[in-house]
C-alpha cells in the first residue's frame, strides 16, 4: 500500500520525504488554507520535493471552471493530481480531463455509487471519506472494502485512496480492505513507528551490550 500525506505544511512533507518513506501527498482547499504564500507556489514547494502524486483540488462547482482550474494546475508540475469533488459537473470534468491523460482524483467520496461512477468517468484515483463516516456513526471502513470488491469485479484500473484517515488502526484496516493508498496527516504517519516494546525492547538490548563491551 502506498502511503501519501494529508497536507500542505511544507516541513512537514520534507521530514517524512527525507525518510524515503513518502508516495505522495493530497491537499484540500482546509489544509491549503492553513498556509502561508500563494496556491500555486505551495503546490510547486510541495511538487519539488515529493516523488509522487501531489493532489491539488479545484473549487469551481462548474465543469468549465473545473477544466480550466484543471488544466492550471497540471501545469504546475507533471506530477499534480486534479482533485475533483463527486458531483455531475465534476464528473464531465473528470472524462475530458481523463482524455487529456491528465490525472484525476474524485474527492468526497461517501457511497459505492459513487465510486463506480468516478470510476467509469475514467477517473485515475477515488477518495473515500473514512473518518467522516465514522463521525456519524457509520462503519467508514466498509466503504473501502465494497469499493475494492466492485473496482476488483470488474478489473478498473482506478486506485482506491483511503482518506479521512484518523489513527493507526485505521491505516491497519485500509490495507486489510486491500486500498491502494493511504492518506494520513502528519502526526499518523509518525504513529506508524511507535511500539512501547520496541522501546522497552531497544533500552534492554543497549543495557545488556554493556556488559558485553567491557570483553571487547
Ligand atoms: C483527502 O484527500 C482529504 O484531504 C482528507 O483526508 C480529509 O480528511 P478530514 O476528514 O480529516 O478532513
Not at 108 to 134: E, H, M, W
Not at 182 to 208: N, W, Y
Request: aromatic share 6%.
Amino acid at each position: 500500500m502506498k502511503l501519501f500525506l494529508d497536507t500542505a505544511n511544507l516541513e512537514e512533507i520534507r521530514k517524512v520525504a527525507a525518510m524515503g518513506l513518502l508516495d505522495g501527498v493530497t491537499t484540500n482547499p482546509t489544509l491549503v488554507s492553513r498556509e502561508k504564500g500563494a496556491f500555486k507556489d505551495i503546490l510547486r514547494n510541495i511538487c519539488e520535493v515529493v516523488p509522487g502524486p501531489v493532489n491539488a483540488e479545484v473549487v469551481s462547482t462548474d465543469t468549465e471552471g473545473m477544466l480550466k482550474e484543471g488544466h492550471e494546475l497540471a501545469k504546475i508540475h507533471p506530477n499534480i493530481v486534479v482533485k475533483i469533488p463527486m458531483t455531475r459537473a465534476g464528473l464531465v470534468a473528470v472524462r475530458k480531463l481523463s482524455s487529456e491523460k491528465i490525472p484525476t482524483n474524485v474527492t468526497l467520496i461517501f457511497s459505492p455509487n459513487q465510486a463506480l461512477l468516478a470510476a467509469k468517468a475514467g477517473a485515475s484515483y477515488v477518495s473515500p471519506f473514512l473518518g467522516r463516516l465514522d463521525d456519524i456513526s457509520h462503519v467508514g471502513m466498509d466503504l473501502v472494502r465494497q469499493i475494492v470488491a466492485i473496482f476488483d469485479n470488474y478489473e478498473f484500473e482506478t486506485e482506491v485512496l483511503a482518506a479521512s484517515l484518523r489513527n493507526p488502526v485505521h491505516i491497519v484496516e485500509a490495507a486489510l480492505a486491500g486500498a491502494d493508498i493511504s492518506t494520513l496527516p502528519a502526526k499518523v504517519f509518525d504513529q506508524m513507528f511507535d511500539h512501547p516494546l520496541t522501546d522497552i525492547g531497544l533500552r534492554k538490548f543497549l543495557e545488556d551490550w554493556e556488559k558485553v563491551k567491557q570483553t571487547i
